[in-house]
Nanobody, 124 residues
Framework: QVQLVESGGGLVQAGDSLRLPCTAS????????MGWFRRAPGKEREFVSA????????YYAASVKGRCTISRDNAKNTVSLQMNSLKPEDTAVYYC?????????????????WGQGTQVTVSS
């Protein structure tokens, strides 16, 4: 069982940066692949980024590639999403998720554990 808590969201202006940390409970965090997803108003939840168990393999959605960096610290049970050059279209609730497999997961249905989400609002 894994419990996830996201933080770091807020209201920012276009071009600003935000870092979203996610803290996980449990003693087996390093065995989970982790991901970030988001849901914009009126849209389905979509994939943002994923990282494997060691942090050595990452993947990004085309919409955020080059602007976002996912990282993890297994000693601190955290995974973070650094977002730069934010755009109004990045406005969404951002969710941290864990999957019971060590590799990358690009599909939300592969994730068993979800955080409550943190709101990111980017004004133009």
């Amino acid at each position: 069982q894994v419990q996830l808590v996201e933080s770091g969201g807020g209201l920012v202006q276009a071009g600003d940066s935000l870092r979203l940390p996610c803290t996980a409970s449990g003693r087996t965090f390093s065995s989970y692949g982790m991901g970030w997803f988001r849901r914009a108003p009126g849209k389905e939840r979509e994939f943002v980024s994923a990282i494997n168990w060691s942090g050595g393999d990452t993947y990004y959605a085309a919409s955020v590639k080059g602007r976002c960096t996912i990282s993890r610290d297994n000693a601190k049970n955290t995974v973070s999403l650094q977002m730069n050059s934010l755009k109004p279209e990045d406005t969404a609730v951002y969710y941290c998720a864990a999957r019971s497999a060590a590799g990358l997961g690009l599909n939300l249905y592969g994730y068993s554990y979800w955080g409550q989400g943190t709101q990111v609002t980017v004004s133009s």
